[in-house]
């Protein structure tokens, strides 16, 4: 019988995004059934006493001083999970995981695009070392809107927690007030964009016919709580947790780590009510790519996309592509690939049913449409996108 394993998991178990990658930590636990997990309830007292639980081994955020100083000098296999900038030293050997901010805002931007918004925002909060991830976000979401050429208004301000809930809303209705609409913006986290709501309610703007909001942590209790319920990008946390606690098992086998640092990407955008619209204004076109976000999972064509709506496909394929900027046929492929890509990276189904699901007719269609998007095949991207 294998030695069982103490794994001590230092996260603030309060916080949704260290939940979820507790719950990637658990699916790796229950794979391999060989670990003991101590996890502390109490959020302000994390630290457990490493002489007396004899750990083999530490899975452990950085985004408190005290916690980074005293896991840093550990002389047992570690592994940071970096949600935030936190207290790492940059010179350390630790490996960590984090998820990948740069491909966060990108995705919301895209998210944004794609729905026809001409006039992009991003709500960010002040900077201090712990809100980095808030900075990369922006700049990734911008430089989005950038090659769109799309313009892009972006706000931090100078409040941004609950206890200073009167110039929050002072402040953002202020910036609000100036934007273009109708406006495709994104809030660097949940409760960024709750705020943005809450402005929005203020101001009497609708949403999403005004401004369409997206956060980002998926926080389901957050989401369901605002009004109209929030969209929100999924940031890939549980894949983090399982990833950080596998790489933390072969270190305590003896493997030692050759890759320092290991960014995750996020899962997609779940689409609620506060982002469930087009800003498209010719209705034919509308119809169109509505046709398409719903039924190109099911292998259509582009005569099934023309008999969804009362025009001639030479008219429409005019029309679509000045609106669009693409073609009926690449839009098409475009929704396949992004559920392509999200079935490759997220889950174990053979590449047959991967194609399957997307739409695709064969796997050798699905990659070729994959390697001219990606410079990859199928396999290759599920292959990187889980080392």
Not at 134 to 155: T, V, Y
Request: hydrophobic fraction near 35%; charged fraction near 30%; charge should be neutral.
């Amino acid at each position: 019988m294998s030695k069982l394993r103490r794994v001590v998991l230092i996260v603030d178990t309060a916080r949704h995004y260290h939940r979820k990658i507790v719950v990637g930590v658990a699916s790796y636990l229950h794979a391999m059934d060989g670990w003991s997990l101590y996890v502390e309830e109490d959020p302000h007292e994390r630290l457990p006493d490493f002489r007396d639980c004899r750990a083999d081994g530490v899975i452990s955020t950085f985004h408190d001083q005290k916690i980074s100083a005293t896991v840093s000098r550990l002389k047992i296999p570690v592994v940071g999970i970096e949600g935030d900038y936190g207290w790492r030293d940059e010179e350390s050997r630790i490996p960590y995981f984090a998820t990948d901010n740069g491909a966060i805002g990108r995705m919301g931007a895209q998210d944004l695009i794609e729905r026809g918004f001409r006039q992009l925002a991003f709500c960010g909060i002040p900077s201090k070392r712990t809100t980095g991830w808030s900075h990369e976000r922006a700049s990734a979401f911008e430089q989005a809107a950038r090659e769109a050429e799309i313009p892009c208004s972006s706000f931090i301000g100078r409040y941004s927690t609950a206890r200073e809930w009167s110039e929050v809303q002072r402040e953002l209705t202020k910036w609000l007030a100036t934007l273009e609409k109708p406006v495709g913006l994104m809030a660097c986290n949940d409760i960024r964009a709750r705020h943005v709501l809450e402005a929005c309610r203020e101001l009497g703007v609708r949403v999403p016919e005004d401004v369409s909001v997206i956060g980002v942590d998926n926080d389901e209790m957050m989401c369901e709580l605002t009004t109209p319920s929030l969209s929100s990008v999924e940031q890939g946390t549980r894949n983090l947790g399982y990833r950080a606690a596998e790489l933390l098992d072969r270190m305590m086998a003896g493997e030692k780590p050759v890759q320092i640092r290991f960014l995750v990407e996020p899962e997609g955008v779940v689409t609620r009510r506060s982002s469930d619209i087009l800003a498209i204004a010719d209705d034919d076109v509308k119809v169109a790519v509505q046709y398409i976000q719903e039924k190109a999972c099911d292998g259509i064509s582009v005569p099934d996309v023309v008999a969804s709506v009362d025009v001639s496909r030479s008219t429409l394929e005019v029309k679509f592509k000045d609106v669009m900027q693409r073609t009926i046929r690449e839009e098409i492929q475009r929704v396949q690939l992004q559920r392509a890509m999200q079935l490759a990276a997220t889950t174990d189904l053979p590449l047959k049913q991967v194609a399957a699901q997307a739409g695709f007719s064969s796997v050798q269609y699905m990659t070729t449409v994959f390697h001219k998007s990606t410079g990859e095949t199928p396999r290759e991207y599920r292959r990187r996108s889980r080392t």
